[in-house]
T-cell receptor
């Protein structure tokens, strides 16, 4: 079963615009992670935000976490064509931190 | 420093056959997890190996089995292949103290 659900499923923007993706999850978490996947290949870890953090930045990425609403958002500022990819949020199924549970992802297309 | 490697890159099998996929973890990592990603879906957790033992298993039938070797590399075996087993199979490695899993490029399995 899916723990996280990303919204929207697909997003098309122009280079230079900002892209915002949202993720909702079902159970309590210790942390939430965002991954990027290019063209059906391996996943690249982007950022991890802990349950006691509300916002985190990494380069052009900004992640927020609202544990009361069980939701997170990923903002990519000044998008580039190279940002075209699928983005997934993921949380751990249990406290042991073994099984990552992914949503279905948001497919981002950035055109020049 | 080599990341997570997987072999083969692509594989075509017919229904009823058996397949073995291989994974070498990132240097310094001793935990290996396997995920199945169907087209248009997020990755689904199959199982995780640590110290050559299956540590946790997802909702997959017994046709899916695995093994971890003393050098931490791992194999995923799938018996009696079904058309529905066609997917990208991802391997991820991690250290037990870390929340971050590093993913390999995946093996694309097609069952005809």
């Amino acid at each position: 079963s899916q723990q996280g659900e990303e919204d929207p499923q697909a997003l098309s923007i122009q280079e230079g615009e900002n892209a915002t993706m949202n993720c909702s999850y079902k159970t309590s978490i210790n942390n939430l992670q965002w991954y990027r996947q290019n063209s059906g290949r391996g996943l690249v870890h982007l950022i991890l935000i802990r349950s006691n953090e509300r916002e985190k930045h990494s380069g052009r990425l900004r992640v927020t976490l609202d544990t009361s609403k069980k939701s997170s958002s990923l903002l990519i500022t000044a998008s580039r064509a190279a940002d075209t990819a699928s983005y997934f949020c993921a949380t751990y199924l249990n406290q042991a931190g073994t099984a990552l549970i992914f949503g279905k992802g948001t497919t981002l297309s950035v055109s020049s | 420093d080599a990341g997570v490697t997987q072999s083969p890159t692509h594989l075509i099998k017919t229904r009823g056959q058996q397949v073995t996929l291989r994974c070498s973890p990132k240097s310094g990592h001793d935990t290996v997890s396997w995920y199945q990603q169907a087209l248009g879906q997020g990755p689904q957790f199959i199982f995780q190996y640590y110290e050559e033992e299956e540590r946790q298993r997802g909702n997959f039938p017994d046709r899916f089995s695995g093994h971890q070797f003393p050098n931490y590399s791992s194999e995923l075996n799938v018996n009696a292949l079904l058309l529905g087993d066609s997917a990208l199979y991802l391997c991820a490695s991690s250290r037990p103290s870390s929340n971050e899993q590093f993913f390999g490029p995946g093996t694309r399995l097609t069952v005809l």
